[in-house]
């Protein structure tokens, strides 16, 4: 069964990368692959590998030591106790990822609503197509620390709408967002899902992986664009004065943009003061943004004031990316369980022996497979007690699996997003884009494997 359950997962993974061609949305895929894999694992006998492992002989100590009638128990009644102690466990380190998620977007979203990021974006002047690329690919960079590169990829791909007619150079910018948005939300504890991942799961200290990836993050965004001071061609075109540049935003802009980078910013200062998990950090800030939102405006009628409400907001947050999450998660939770990704992270080791070697195909493969199931399957795959928090392997992989999706239009949410508000071709990203994004990934990860020895706490 443990074969069927692999296949099954296999399936799901193929679904997943071909959302497009099959024209099945992913989080159908995810959720159907991460539900069929515990309901076999379920109804199954325990397979052969997990009856071995250390992880399943502490599982039977335990219900010994608290079951009183332990021996009356069958083989199917155990497997069915352990089956649930781990989706237990796993739904646990689910839902705080995916709490930590919905607040991210809601604080985002209550920002967005009252036009807080025009205070970003309407001091960007510039006629020089390298200037503004540096302008608009630094300001990325920066910004996706702070929210996320999805977000920042979607604000700064709607800033160059305005700025550059041209769509040929526009195409380029919103390529290039995607890379900078990508190397920047890698070593933010905020600013990517899967540094994120790790960040909550324990793998990552928050002060350390900013200490240990901002130089390597740097690098991998620098690189394709010095490169492309020397390179870069064409006009940005002129600017037709449109009505939305005359439209007046609601009062309030500027403090929600404050409180919200507040609220975001502050959330690994909460956790190391308090000792609690993320997500209640993040929460707390939602709350105290919220309350801000119903404050403000206080003379607009209720009918007007509706669309920068919190509840507004939620009610934009992408819950199909939630749910995707979800699916995803549950479904690798699953091969976790049964002890199948640790004995392929063994088989990995043994056969291609340089952990610097595994971890940079698995950012390669991000670029191809969707880097949250990738690293959700790593932290599966190697044992905390063998790799402490803020060891290599997990600082590496966080970058690794951060910048390794801009490779392709589809190996990360930024990329997927620039795909769809401008519709660039999977193959013009491929020619135009894809050999900058491995310049700057293969120069990051060196910089790193250089610098990480002055870093290391291990």
Same mark, same amino acid.
């Given at each position: 069964?443990?074969?069927?359950?692999?296949?099954?997962?296999?399936?799901?993974?193929?679904?997943?990368?071909?959302?497009?061609?099959?024209?099945?949305?992913?989080?159908?895929?995810?959720?159907?692959?991460?539900?069929?894999?515990?309901?076999?694992?379920?109804?199954?006998?325990?397979?052969?590998?997990?009856?071995?492992?250390?992880?399943?002989?502490?599982?039977?100590?335990?219900?010994?030591?608290?079951?009183?009638?332990?021996?009356?128990?069958?083989?199917?009644?155990?497997?069915?106790?352990?089956?649930?102690?781990?989706?237990?466990?796993? /739904?646990?380190?689910?839902?705080?990822?995916?709490?930590?998620?919905?607040?991210?977007?809601?604080?985002?979203?209550?920002?967005?609503?009252?036009?807080?990021?025009?205070?970003?974006?309407?001091?960007?002047?510039?006629?020089?197509?390298?200037?503004?690329?540096?302008?608009?690919?630094?300001?990325?960079?920066?910004?996706?620390?702070?929210?996320?590169?999805?977000?920042?990829?979607?604000?700064?791909?709607?800033?160059?709408?305005?700025?550059?007619?041209?769509?040929?150079?526009?195409?380029?910018?919103?390529?290039?967002?995607?890379?900078?948005?990508?190397?920047?939300?890698?070593?933010?504890?905020?600013?990517?899902?899967?540094?994120?991942?790790?960040?909550?799961?324990?793998?990552?200290?928050?002060?350390?992986?900013?200490?240990?990836?901002?130089?390597?993050?740097?690098?991998?965004?620098?690189?394709?664009?010095?490169?492309?001071?020397?390179?870069?061609?064409?006009? %940005?075109?002129?600017?037709?004065?449109?009505?939305?540049?005359?439209?007046?935003?609601?009062?309030?802009?500027?403090?929600? %943009?404050?409180?919200?980078?507040?609220?975001?910013?502050?959330?690994?200062?909460?956790?190391?003061?308090?000792?609690?998990?993320?997500?209640?950090?993040?929460?707390?800030?939602?709350?105290?943004?919220?309350?801000?939102?119903?404050?403000?405006?206080?003379?607009?009628?209720?009918?007007?004031?509706?669309?920068?409400?919190?509840?507004?907001?939620?009610?934009?947050?992408?819950?199909?990316?939630?749910?995707?999450?979800?699916?995803? /998660?549950?479904?690798?939770?699953?091969?976790?369980?049964?002890?199948?990704?640790?004995?392929?992270?063994?088989?990995?080791?043994?056969?291609?022996?340089?952990?610097?070697?595994?971890?940079?195909?698995?950012? *390669?493969?991000?670029? *191809?497979?969707?880097?949250?199931?990738?690293?959700?399957?790593?932290?599966?795959?190697?044992?905390?007690?063998?790799?402490?928090?803020?060891?290599?392997?997990?600082?590496?992989?966080?970058?690794?699996?951060?910048?390794?999706?801009?490779? %392709?239009?589809?190996?990360?949410?930024?990329?997927?997003?620039?795909?769809?508000?401008?519709?660039?071709?999977?193959?013009?990203?491929?020619?135009?884009?894809?050999?900058?994004? /491995?310049?700057?990934?293969?120069?990051?990860?060196?910089?790193?494997?250089?610098?990480?020895?002055?870093?290391?706490?291990?």
């Amino acid at each position: 069964m443990e074969l069927v359950i692999i296949l099954i997962f296999v399936i799901g993974y193929l679904a997943i990368a071909l959302e497009h061609p099959i024209k099945i949305n992913k989080t159908a895929s995810a959720l159907l692959t991460g539900v069929i894999c515990w309901t076999l694992f379920m109804v199954a006998d325990s397979p052969q590998t997990l009856l071995d492992s250390s992880h399943y002989t502490h599982f039977l100590d335990d219900l010994k030591r608290t079951t009183a009638n332990f021996s009356a128990l069958s083989t199917g009644d155990i497997h069915r106790e352990f089956v649930l102690e781990q989706l237990g466990e796993h /739904l646990d380190e689910i839902a705080q990822i995916l709490f930590f998620l919905m607040g991210a977007m809601t604080i985002v979203e209550l920002v967005d609503a009252h036009h807080g990021f025009k205070f970003i974006t309407d001091r960007i002047r510039t006629k020089s197509p390298k200037k503004l690329l540096w302008i608009v690919c630094g300001v990325a960079f920066i910004l996706s620390a702070i929210l996320d590169n999805l977000t920042t990829t979607i604000v700064m791909v709607s800033l160059v709408r305005k700025l550059i007619p041209n769509k040929e150079m526009r195409l380029f910018f919103a390529g290039m967002i995607v890379v900078s948005a990508n190397a920047g939300g890698a070593w933010s504890p905020i600013g990517d899902v899967t540094t994120t991942m790790l960040w909550i799961g324990g793998q990552i200290t928050a002060v350390n992986i900013v200490k240990t990836l901002i130089l390597p993050s740097i690098v991998c965004a620098v690189i394709p664009l010095i490169y492309l001071n020397f390179k870069l061609k064409g006009e %940005l075109g002129e600017t037709p004065k449109t009505k939305e540049d005359d439209q007046q935003s609601s009062g309030g802009g500027t403090l929600m %943009l404050i409180v919200g980078v507040c609220a975001l910013i502050s959330v690994p200062i909460f956790k190391t003061i308090t000792h609690l998990p993320p997500y209640l950090g993040m929460m707390l800030g939602l709350g105290v943004l919220w309350v801000v939102s119903e404050l403000i405006n206080p003379d607009m009628d209720e009918a007007s004031k509706k669309q920068y409400t919190a509840a507004h907001a939620l009610s934009r947050i992408d819950m199909s990316s939630v749910l995707f999450f979800l699916g995803i /998660l549950l479904a690798v939770g699953s091969l976790e369980a049964m002890g199948t990704l640790h004995n392929f992270a063994e088989y990995l080791t043994e056969k291609l022996g340089n952990i610097s070697v595994i971890i940079t195909l698995i950012g *390669i493969l991000s670029s *191809i497979v969707d880097n949250v199931p990738l690293v959700a399957a790593s932290m599966g795959m190697y044992d905390m007690n063998v790799y402490p928090p803020d060891h290599m392997i997990w600082e590496y992989l966080a970058y690794c699996a951060g910048t390794g999706g801009s490779m %392709l239009i589809i190996g990360s949410a930024a990329g997927v997003a620039a795909m769809g508000m401008e519709k660039i071709d999977f193959i013009w990203y491929l020619k135009r884009i894809t050999l900058l994004a /491995l310049m700057g990934y293969f120069a990051g990860a060196i910089t790193y494997l250089l610098t990480y020895p002055f870093f290391s706490v291990h």
